[in-house]
């Protein structure tokens, strides 16, 4: 019986041979498949989730990247200027409990990460020649009532919850950092991976941790 299982472990890790005069055609679908794959991505870009991101934006400046269709929730304004680069899959959220409607703005020449989350009450808004690096999450309201009573009988955010988020020209937001409401991050500044910032970053300056704290300055 040992000998039986013994034999079987090796047969089944053993995988099968590939003769030398094969590899090169073994790779050469594997690389067909790719470049199939990714010219059926580009061709998808151009005839679909461009045109109809643009149709959802506001504005929508020249030169309009995106990988896939961002999930849009909530009704706002989205406007784009030049130049931005989607990249991945992003979510923008629209709080709209209050009178005005809330808006997201990003400046040109904006790369933007896989899995970012922009959650806008009020205002969001980046100015140009920004990093937003994958994940990361900036919201300009506190998504409930801070009141317990509030939040459990279902109330939406008021007025106190919401106050707008502003990230400068030439700001880079490190891999999973969190921007909350009321923070501007200055022009320049870098926030680190991870980071949860929740007061304003001096331009120019470097912020990481939970809370973020200052940990230089150029």
Known sequence: MNRGKQLAKRIAGAGLPIPGFVKPIIRGFYYAGVWITETLVLIR????VEPVLRSLCRHAGKGLRADRFPYIRGRGHIRLGDDVNLSGRSCFYFMSALSETP??????HVFVGNGCT?????LIS?????????????????GHPLDAA???????????????VTIE??????????????????????VGAGAVVTRDVPSGSTVAGNPAKEVSEK
């Open 45 to 48: 870009k151009w005839v679909f």
């Open 103 to 108: 808006e997201i703005r990003i400046g040109s």
């Open 118 to 122: 922009f959650s806008a009450g009020r």
């Open 126 to 142: 980046i100015g140009d020649h920004c990093l937003i690096s994958a994940g990361v999450r900036i919201h300009d309201n506190d």
């Open 150 to 164: 509030r939040r459990m009988a279902g109330e939406p955010i008021g007025p106190e919850n919401v106050k707008p």
């Open 169 to 190: 020209d030439g700001a880079w937001l490190g891999a999973g950092a969190v921007i909350l409401k009321g923070v501007t991050v200055g022009r320049n500044a870098i």
